[in-house]
């Protein structure tokens, strides 16, 4: 009867195989990166290579990427990390692999230096990385090597030999082959920086994001630096999805003032956004609206006026006049010493009116002219945000984003890692506890605060001091890492790390110069500005950026480990 059974079997799943087959919804490709990251050298340090892999290892996980990351191995140590990131390869699979350190050519091929008493001999070859890709045939990947540097185990200027073309790996160098390049000071490749910022934004594609590393660098190094590739990646690697942002306002003015009280609801965010744009005319506004909301009440008005202003010089909602008033209320005074508007509430401290003058002739042309602005008072929050009331935004809906603390602890540190929209989201949760107005300082707001009446270089005086700021270069130490707040001296305002620590988003768009700088204290404002400004420095910055004209500019939608923000309100 064994015949029978078998035919009783066979004859179902034949006719199951030959039947077509349901229709599945396909998985997603999988996501698998590697970083090694090796800058403790002996003979060579690379100083900033730890925290650029962390820096890369966060962004990649953030992206949805499972993450192998090593840190100063050995030999053994970095073998058996490739070795893993090797058998979770999969046909299709996306990937991505930084390496930063030292490399070097040894019979005509690269490879990576590990921690070792005998660097050449130890060294890993890099065809150990690439094989495994070959062999999966993944989807599309990338292997970034930030490894272009003069080393003392081989002949300087020696620097990468070009890897061959590969149908669906694209390798890339921080420098052309055969060539070496300086890392800028303590802040490293500034092509990693540039990547880095490149594969935060939302649904930016690798090809487009190595297109904007690479014109970003030449422009910096007056094409001093090229930035090489075997191939260009191919299409659809993107690093960091596009996500719904809690609700913000673009414009800097818009006020986002959701009802109050614990039964708020997360639509009460909706609604505040739409009322701060319903007036505009810039259809930039109406595009973030729809970021934040696809499927919202207002999707379909807001689709439509922004196809209607698309094109049109905007006026944004925040600059409509509000209609003529009999008489101005005299602004009411502030209270004297730090308040709080609930028990759990950011520390505010009250910021006199006055006038000053605003920027630097002496270094930058972005800082120039110096010119005079006049300030009402507000409020300023006396320290930078803190990881502890962050993660209250959070836990109560307003914030969707919680930032990795790196292992440091969260507490008092200030909250880091987060982007300009990111910061409004938490404006507009912070706005709708209290009932009050709070927004971001603008850039002219920050700059008075933080001079707090001197005219010199630093709030301190003309030139560095020791143990003044947290940065590279001020102290004998560097910590290379944001502290808790109180740590160092206030000014004398007493405002805490308006120099340092975390560097500091402000409501401004960018400007090359401040030839069209507002002179009311008010937040220079264009339609659809992509970026914005940032004040005060970073403990990864050196004391220049500590200065207190000092500004750069980071885009309003990419996270970066150094920026955080400090709150502001009327009074």
């Known amino acids: 009867m064994d015949w029978l059974r078998f035919f009783l079997l066979a004859v179902p799943l034949i006719a199951l195989a030959a039947s077509p087959a349901l229709p599945q919804e396909a998985a997603p490709p999988a996501r698998i990166a590697l970083v090694i990251a090796n800058g403790t050298y002996p003979d060579a340090a690379v100083a900033q290579a730890p925290a650029e892999g962390r820096a890369v290892a966060a962004a990649l996980r953030d992206g949805g990427f499972e993450v192998i990351a090593i840190e100063n191995g050995a030999r053994a140590e970095t073998r058996q990390a490739i070795a893993e990131f090797a058998g ?35 060294a890993v070859d ?44 694209a390798v890339m160098f921080t420098a052309s082959p055969g060539k070496t390049v300086a890392d800028s000071g303590p802040r490293g490749n500034h092509a990693v920086e540039e990547w880095l910022k490149a ?68 639509d009460a965010f909706e609604l505040a956004f739409w009322e701060s744009i319903r007036n505009s005319e ?118 969707n984003y919680r930032p990795d603390d790196r292992g ?24 709708a506890k209290t009932g009050k107005r709070y927004r971001l300082p603008s850039e002219s707001e920050w700059e008075y605060a933080a001079r707090a009446g001197t005219t010199t270089t630093y709030p301190w005086g003309q030139t560095v001091e020791k143990d003044r700021a947290n ?42 110069s401040y030839r069209n700088a507002p002179r009311d204290g008010s937040a220079y404002v264009v339609p659809g500005c992509r970026e914005r400004v940032l004040r005060g420095g970073s403990f990864n910055n050196d004391p220049r950026y500590l200065r207190s004209a000092a500004r750069f500019k980071y885009e309003a939608d990419v996270r970066f480990y150094t920026n955080g923000f400090r709150v502001a309100r009327d009074l």
């Open 88 to 122: 979770k390869l999969r046909p299709g699979a996306q990937a991505v692999v930084f390496y930063s350190g030292h490399a070097v050519q040894q019979r005509d091929r690269n490879f990576i230096v590990p921690m070792s008493p005998n660097p050449v001999q130890d």
């Open 471 to 512: 940065c590279l270069g001020c102290n004998d130490r560097p910590l290379r890492s944001a502290v808790p707040s109180g740590q160092y001296p206030p000014n004398a305002l007493g405002l805490y790390d308006m120099a340092g620590n975390a560097a500091e988003w402000v409501a401004d768009c960018w400007s090359e």
């Open 408 to 431: 440091l602890g969260r507490g008092k540190r200030p909250v880091t890692d987060i982007h300009w929209n990111d910061a409004n989201a938490y404006l507009a949760w912070l706005s």
């Open 199 to 266: 594969i935060r934004t939302p649904g930016l594609d690798m090809a487009a994001a190595v297109v904007r590393v690479r014109d970003a660098v030449a422009r910096a190094s007056r094409r001093s630096q090229q930035i090489w590739l075997s191939s260009e990646p191919p299409k659809g690697l993107v690093v960091t999805p596009v996500g719904q942002p809690v609700a913000v306002a673009q414009a800097s003015r818009a006020v986002i003032l959701p009802p109050t009280g614990p039964d708020a609801s997360p």
């Open 282 to 399: 810039n259809a930039s506004e109406y595009r973030a609206y729809l970021d934040a909301y696809p499927n919202g009440r207002f999707s379909t008005l807001a689709r439509t006026r922004e196809q209607l202003y698309r094109g049109k010089p905007g006026v944004s909602a925040a600059s409509v006049a509000p209609p003529p008033a009999a008489a101005t209320p005299a602004a009411p005074a502030p209270k004297t010493g730090p308040i709080r508007d609930c028990s759990d509430c950011p520390e505010l401290t009250a910021i006199p009116p006055g006038s000053f003058q605003m920027g630097s002739n002496d270094l930058y042309e972005f800082e120039k002219p110096v010119h005079p602005v006049t300030i009402r008072g507000f409020y300023l929050g006396t320290r930078e945000i803190s990881l502890d009331e962050w993660d209250r935004c959070v836990s109560e809906g307003g914030c």
């Open 126 to 169: 890099l065809d150990e990385v690439i094989d495994p890709l070959i062999i999966a045939k993944p989807s599309s990947a990338l292997v970034l090597i930030d490894a272009s540097r003069d080393n003392p185990w081989q002949a300087r200027g020696r620097g990468l030999r070009a890897t061959e073309p590969l149908e669906t790996v």
